[in-house]
């Protein structure tokens, strides 16, 4: 960990992201199921716990176990989930409040704010209100409040997001829920992607410190303790 990233566990995921996700700026991580998105967020909580530093961690879909926890982080699972502060909100309403006072948990010794997923009640609550710009404002103030907050207080703030398909013609393209929300604010953007080998995943880095960027990718095995490097 360098004073301005935070590593991921992943010595080659750390080199696509110049040695780490930002403590200046919002990281995306977007993908299907099955792709290792809570994974991911779990791998970079216990990185930067490793540091001696706290995490905020709001768990929209209660993904977050204590066992998965406990088989990435092994004999240093007690001393590592003290450092980590879960939050459990129940509806799009409540995740708005959480983050309207989210700076009232905010120390000196806290390094990272994790939302997983950030689209997962915004959906819930989308399949039944009408007032769809309203929910857009106030998912576009939430994403606001997290990049600017990550950006004067330096702490890494990392999203995850569900995805869904989008009919270009013939043709169909993954992107994430509320596109144009989550594709504006992240200052990076990684999407993860499934393999023929349920194991291998494919992590592609979209965006890198607000610059828009192709053909950087690898190739991670997900295993019990999180996304390794394969062997060359």
Do not use: W
């Amino acid at each position: 960990m360098t004073a301005t990233k935070i590593d991921t566990g992943s010595r080659d995921l750390d080199c696509l992201l110049h040695d780490g996700i930002t403590r200046s700026g919002i990281t995306s991580i977007y993908g299907e199921a099955g792709t290792g998105k809570t994974t991911i967020a779990l791998q970079i909580t216990r990185q930067t716990a490793m540091q001696g530093l706290k995490v905020l961690y709001v768990d929209t879909d209660h993904s977050f176990t204590q066992q998965r926890f406990q088989q990435m982080t092994g004999a240093n699972f007690q001393n590592l989930s003290e450092l980590v502060m879960l939050f459990f909100p129940e509806d799009f309403e409540e995740q708005r409040s959480l983050f309207e006072s989210l700076e009232n948990f905010l120390t000196p010794t806290v390094g990272l704010v994790v939302v997983d997923s950030m689209s997962s009640l915004y959906r819930v609550a989308f399949s039944s209100n009408n007032n769809i710009f309203k929910l857009n404002r106030v998912l576009t103030r939430q994403l606001a409040y997290l990049s600017e907050l990550s950006m004067t207080r330096k702490i890494a703030c990392l999203i995850t997001s569900q995805v869904h398909a989008r009919f270009i013609g013939p043709v169909s393209q993954i992107e994430p829920v509320a596109r144009r929300a989550l594709f504006h604010f992240p200052k990076s953007i990684i999407r993860l992607r499934n393999t023929p080998s349920s194991n291998v995943k494919e992590c592609i880095v979209e965006r890198d410190e607000g610059i828009d960027v192709l053909n950087r990718r690898c190739i991670l095995a997900l295993t019990d303790i999180g996304f390794t490097d394969l062997q060359r």
